[in-house]
């Protein structure tokens, strides 16, 4: 049996292509295979028993790498050239490995030594025409950046363009806000026929200058690539609705009849962009009424199919106005073109609106078709793809009528233009609001932290301190929980997402719409007094001896009652088990357990608003379980934390049953 053995030991090891050699423990070699004696030159018997590393051109290095062997058990592809007697080399790459007796004592070494001369080969061939390849591509290159310079000097002119475009459109928007709000203001006051339609006059060319405006901005935003769509849950209907509601008035004064049709069959809450969806529908609509003078608009929405995932629906604006020749719809939807060259003269209008509609209908995979007879009417549709989704829309404020009922609201302006000021304590005077004036927002933040306002309206660019800079510091170092709404002049380039992250919670563009404004503001501190009688808030500021905050979790979850509720039902259900374990492996002087418990803990402090005092408190508790260290005050801290995971739940059971009744009762 071991003769069978050794010869099948034997023939695997002839078997093998790559020289294979057994090696004593003074260097010596007891065995080999075939392909050994072939690669150095000698027979088997003339190679038993001489030097290994004699055969190597660096004897010296072949003899480190076998000792080496010795000391780890192994080596793995290890460089080294075999030399033949004939003074041919060989590359290879040493692998060997300790064997031993039955009873563990080493006895010498394995080595393969893996032939890689035609790799090695084939490499150098390759970088030899890598290197050919980059010197040819060199010539190339020179051309390319020639080419390439020309195209980055055209793209920063169409950049300098935009942003010309862009910083002027918003400059002017400035003065234009003070020109139009003024004009409202006016137009309240006792007038005489004559002054009230001057005044008229003066807001109708603000507002046409307005759009103009907000045309040139779309554009620059198309242009520079820097038009963005949501994915967010609304209500299509109310979308359609809440446009429409705003030619209510225009419609009548021209004698026009307005025809809806809303497909039943259409979801109530779809995943979209209504911002956009708005834009779409309001441009279509105004270009509509623009041009026509008897007669109707109708607006249609279709469902025109769905699936488990998707609905796709077909919206149409028809009129019965001057229609377009057929030979200007090719072009209809370019920049600054018109149906024919008296509608600019005879209606306005900067031929943006509807090169506006298609870049906005586009990117989001949608097609817009137009069908049109001269002196006939027009028809627009377009088609989109909204996503399904279980989720509730935010709440849809709504536009609330001036009334005297929402009093002794205290207002802080953080606005840095004298007019702006000026226009903005008129309009919150007016609505018996209380007003005060920070010029930017480093003093607003003072103020802040002496007074108590119920409403922050924060203009976004200011000098020293701007409206992101100001919000943020009003979030992270006073901890206050006061609505903030962004006051913007260019409401289509701000940075919404940014408002967002430093806890804005709205804007509002300027010029400001006054019922919109008021609408905001009393809605918003609605919200923020019902939440405060809910936990024990004083005016901004957390109640004296409560250890909970929610303001991060209403962050986190859109306030919604049914998301908090859950929250809050998790770290009631987790957090007294590990109270106990932290306090039990504490006793036990069982350091993992208490590491285990105190690390799980740790996540819930900033969750539900716990003083990050705790939390850092539980991280040395964490940091001596792992590491022993350091005990002093360490049983003080546990029964700290102890005292404040139990309030936090007390108070949190309240939460809880407070949110119950609210939705209970809605």
Same mark, same amino acid.
Request: net charge negative.
């Given at each position: 049996?071991?003769?069978?053995?050794?010869?099948?030991?034997?023939?695997?090891t002839?078997?093998?292509?790559?020289?294979?050699?057994?090696?004593?423990a003074?260097g010596?070699i007891?065995?080999?295979?075939?392909?050994?004696?072939?690669?150095?030159?000698?027979?088997?018997?003339?190679?038993?028993d001489?030097?290994?590393?004699d055969?190597?051109?660096e004897?010296?290095?072949?003899?480190?790498?076998?000792?080496?062997?010795?000391?780890?058990?192994?080596?793995?592809?290890?460089?080294?050239?075999?030399?033949?007697?004939?003074?041919?080399?060989?590359?290879?790459l040493?692998?060997?490995?300790?064997?031993?007796?039955?009873?563990?004592?080493?006895?010498?070494?394995v080595?393969?030594?893996?032939?890689?001369?035609?790799?090695?080969?084939?490499?150098?061939?390759?970088t030899?025409?890598?290197?050919?390849a980059?010197?040819?591509?060199e010539?190339?290159?020179?051309a390319?950046?020639?080419?390439?310079?020309?195209?980055?000097n055209?793209?920063?002119?169409?950049?300098?363009?935009?942003?010309?475009?862009?910083?002027?459109?918003?400059e002017?928007?400035t003065?234009?806000?003070?020109?139009?709000?003024?004009?409202?203001?006016?137009?309240?006051?006792?007038?005489?026929?004559?002054?009230?339609?001057?005044?008229?006059?003066?807001?109708?060319?603000g507002?046409?200058?307005?759009?103009l405006?907000?045309?040139?901005l779309?554009?620059?935003?198309?242009?520079a690539?820097?038009?963005?769509f949501?994915?967010?849950?609304?209500?299509?209907?109310?979308?359609?609705?809440a446009?429409?509601?705003l030619?209510?008035?225009? @419609? =009548? !004064?021209k $004698?026009?009849?307005?025809e809806?049709e809303?497909?039943?069959?259409i979801?109530? *809450?779809? #995943?979209?962009?209504?911002?956009?969806?708005?834009q779409?529908?309001?441009?279509?609509?105004s270009?509509?009424i623009?041009?026509t003078?008897?007669?109707?608009?109708?607006?249609?929405?279709k469902?025109?199919?769905?699936?488990?995932?998707?609905?796709?629906l077909?919206?149409?604006v028809?009129?019965t106005?001057?229609?377009?020749?057929?030979?200007?719809?090719?072009t209809?939807?370019?920049?600054?073109?018109?149906?024919?060259?008296?509608?600019?003269?005879?209606?306005?209008?900067?031929?943006?609106?509807?090169?506006?509609v298609?870049q906005?209908?586009?990117?989001q995979?949608?097609?817009?078709?137009?069908?049109?007879e001269?002196?006939?009417?027009?028809?627009?549709?377009?088609?989109?793809?909204?996503?399904?989704?279980?989720?509730?829309?935010?709440t849809?404020?709504? @536009? =609330? !009528?001036? $009334?005297?009922d929402?009093?002794n609201?205290k207002?802080?302006?953080?606005?840095? *233009?004298p #007019?702006?000021?000026?226009?903005?304590?008129?309009?919150?005077?007016?609505?018996?609001?209380?007003?005060?004036i920070?010029?930017n927002g480093?003093i607003?933040?003072?103020?802040?932290?002496?007074n108590?306002y119920?409403?922050?309206?924060?203009?976004?660019?200011?000098?020293?301190m701007?409206?992101?800079?100001?919000?943020?510091?009003i979030?992270n170092k006073?901890?206050?929980?006061?609505?903030?709404?962004?006051?913007?002049?260019?409401?289509?380039?701000?940075?919404?997402?940014?408002?967002?992250?430093?806890?804005?919670?709205?804007?509002i563009a300027?010029?400001?719409?006054?019922?919109?404004?008021?609408?905001?503001?009393?809605?918003?501190?609605?919200?923020?007094?019902?939440?405060?009688e809910?936990?024990?808030?004083?005016?901004?500021?957390?109640?004296?001896?409560?250890?909970t905050?929610l303001?991060?979790?209403?962050?986190?979850?859109?306030?919604?009652?049914?998301?908090?509720m859950e929250?809050i039902?998790?770290?009631?259900?987790?957090?007294?088990?590990?109270?106990?374990?932290?306090?039990?492996?504490?006793?036990?002087k069982?350091w993992?357990?208490?590491?285990?418990?105190?690390?799980?803990?740790?996540?819930?402090?900033?969750?539900?608003?716990?003083?990050?005092?705790?939390e850092?408190m539980?991280?040395?508790?964490?940091?001596?379980?792992s590491?022993?260290?350091?005990?002093d005050?360490?049983?003080d801290?546990?029964?700290?934390?102890?005292?404040?995971?139990?309030?936090?739940?007390?108070?949190?059971?309240?939460?809880?049953?407070?949110?119950?009744?609210?939705?209970?009762?809605?």
């Open positions: 049996m071991e003769n069978q053995a050794s010869r099948y030991a034997r023939s695997l002839e078997a093998s292509l790559d020289p294979l050699v057994t090696i004593s003074e010596k007891m065995d080999m295979n075939r392909a050994t004696a072939n690669i150095i030159g000698l027979t088997h018997d003339e190679i038993t001489s030097d290994f590393f055969y190597f051109t004897p010296h290095k072949a003899r480190e790498v076998y000792q080496e062997v010795f000391k780890k058990g192994s080596v793995a592809d290890y460089p080294l050239t075999l030399r033949h007697v004939t003074g041919k080399l060989t590359d290879v040493f692998n060997g490995s300790v064997y031993k007796d039955d009873v563990g004592n080493v006895l010498g070494v080595i393969v030594a893996r032939d890689v001369t035609d790799q090695k080969r084939i490499a150098n061939e390759l030899e025409a890598k290197e050919f980059e010197q040819a591509n010539v190339a290159q020179i390319k950046e020639d080419a390439q310079l020309a195209t980055h055209a793209e920063d002119a169409v950049k300098a363009k935009q942003q010309f475009l862009s910083n002027m459109s918003h002017i928007r003065p234009m806000n003070a020109i139009i709000g003024f004009t409202k203001v006016l137009l309240k006051t006792e007038l005489n026929a004559k002054q009230k339609e001057y005044l008229t006059a003066i807001k109708m060319s507002d046409a200058l307005i759009v405006i907000n045309d040139i779309d554009l620059a935003k198309v242009d690539g820097k038009m963005t949501e994915q967010i849950p609304f209500r299509p209907e109310l979308s359609v609705s446009m429409l509601h030619f209510k008035q225009k @419609i =009548l !004064e $004698n026009l009849k307005l809806v809303y497909d039943k069959n979801p109530n *809450v779809l #995943l979209g962009d209504p911002v956009r969806l708005h779409i529908i309001l441009n279509l609509v270009n509509a623009k041009f003078t008897v007669g109707s608009i109708k607006v249609s929405v469902l025109m199919s769905e699936n488990d995932e998707m609905a796709t077909q919206f149409t028809s009129d106005g001057i229609g377009v020749d057929k030979a200007k719809l090719e209809i939807f370019d920049n600054f073109q018109q149906g024919s060259s008296d509608s600019s003269r005879l209606y306005g209008g900067t031929g943006l609106g509807l090169a506006i298609k906005l209908i586009e990117p995979g949608g097609t817009i078709l137009v069908e049109s001269l002196n006939k009417g027009s028809t627009f549709s377009f088609i989109l793809n909204f996503p399904k989704t279980n989720e509730n829309p935010e849809e404020i709504e @536009i =609330l !009528e001036l $009334n005297g929402s009093k609201i207002i802080l302006v953080a606005e840095d *233009v #007019l702006n000021q000026l226009l903005m304590k008129t309009i919150l005077d007016e609505f018996g609001f209380e007003c005060d920070a010029e480093k607003a933040v003072e103020k802040l932290k002496v108590d119920d409403i922050v309206l924060m203009d976004l660019q200011m000098p020293e701007n409206g992101f800079e100001a919000t943020r510091y979030r006073l901890n206050l929980n006061i609505p903030v709404v962004a006051l913007t002049a260019d409401v289509t380039t701000v940075d919404l997402e940014k408002c967002k992250a430093v806890g804005m919670n709205d804007y300027k010029p400001v719409d006054e019922r919109l404004l008021y609408s905001k503001i009393v809605s918003l501190v609605k919200q923020s007094s019902a939440y405060g809910q936990n024990g808030f004083n005016g901004n500021r957390q109640q004296k001896g409560k250890c905050d303001v991060y979790l209403m962050q986190r979850t859109k306030s919604n009652p049914e998301l908090m929250m039902s998790l770290y009631l259900e987790q957090t007294p088990p590990l109270v106990d374990a932290m306090k039990r492996s504490m006793k036990n069982d993992n357990s208490l590491y285990s418990a105190v690390h799980k803990m740790i996540p819930s402090f900033s969750i539900m608003g716990i003083n990050h005092h705790f850092n539980a991280k040395k508790v964490q940091e001596f379980a590491t022993q260290q350091q005990t005050g360490i049983s801290m546990v029964l700290q934390l102890e005292k404040v995971c139990t309030q936090a739940c007390e108070e949190l059971n309240i939460e809880y049953n407070v949110l119950k009744i609210g939705i209970n009762e809605n």
